[in-house]
DNA sequence: ATATTATTTCAACGACCATTGAATCATTGT
DNA sequence: ACAATGATTCAATGGTCGTTGAAATAATAT
């Protein structure tokens, strides 16, 4: 028996801000970053080579997002740590992995066109075959 | 014994692009369209309300990220076919899948700030509950 | 040839956004 | 109080982007 997929997925509202979020070069190498362990924003200026203010903007638009928290040093309050929100990153793969999963893409063409209009023994639509990409 | 896991994932460059290209509400109803399978822009433009040149605008944007592929109907030329590259989508699908994995985030602090200057029997940092984000 | 259909291109507008430098805030040390 | 440090905010700039209406292609039908 066939394994069932529901076709049709609905699009939750935090995903559109969380893609605009990622889709930066600058916060997809602050965000990979924070995936390699909770930073303050000292080291990441540092090591990502960004100034404090720009990295502080950026921040900020992971935070606004829901990716990122913060929080201040216990012992000195002038230091911030930044940590990637697993519950939020959980959701986000959650649902990626199921919309952008391949084996969901239906490749069959819609009922749309003179083609599939045309359609019986041989239909030229069933028979076109698609370039390939070259990776 | 422990599974390995690489905690420095580079970024491919395609990856910005195409984040980019999904980061709009419009583009990504299309390309959610688009996975329920091929379908010319006459359908998406009635099924998704949206003006036509508008469409070919996503569309192309879509196309130039190599996400989607496009072609002529074979009996009447002046219906165009649009479908996901499902060799593109499997890649980004992998290296979303791996990148957003929870169970790849770290969450252990950095060796980074005071608080982890200061550590022994009772760092902190290691003792710092954070936030739970409720969905 | 002319008209019609499907789709794209063009020009233009307004909104948003990444980046920069200077100023400000918050906190700690002297 | 004052200086120093970590980090944020502000204002300004230049560029990009989504949207719109009108014009232009491309292909078929009469």
Known sequence: ???????NVDI??????????????????IFAALLRGTSCSGWL?????????LLSHHLR?????????????SVD???IYYQVD??????????????????????QPR???????AKGSNNPAANFVWETTTI
């Open 1 to 7: 028996m066939q394994k069932e997929m529901a076709d």
């Open 61 to 73: 638009v992971l935070r606004e997002v829901g990716l990122v928290q913060d929080r201040r040093d």
């Open 12 to 29: 939750p509202e935090i995903i559109v801000p969380v893609l605009k979020a990622l889709a930066d070069p600058n916060r997809l190498r």
């Open 86 to 107: 697993v519950v939020v990153l959980a959701l986000i793969h959650q649902w990626l992995s199921t919309f952008l999963d391949p084996d969901r893409a239906a490749l």
């Open 45 to 53: 200026t540092e090591e990502l080579g960004l100034p404090a203010n």
């Open 111 to 117: 009922l749309c066109g003179p083609e599939v209009a």
């Open 77 to 79: 309050g002038r230091w």
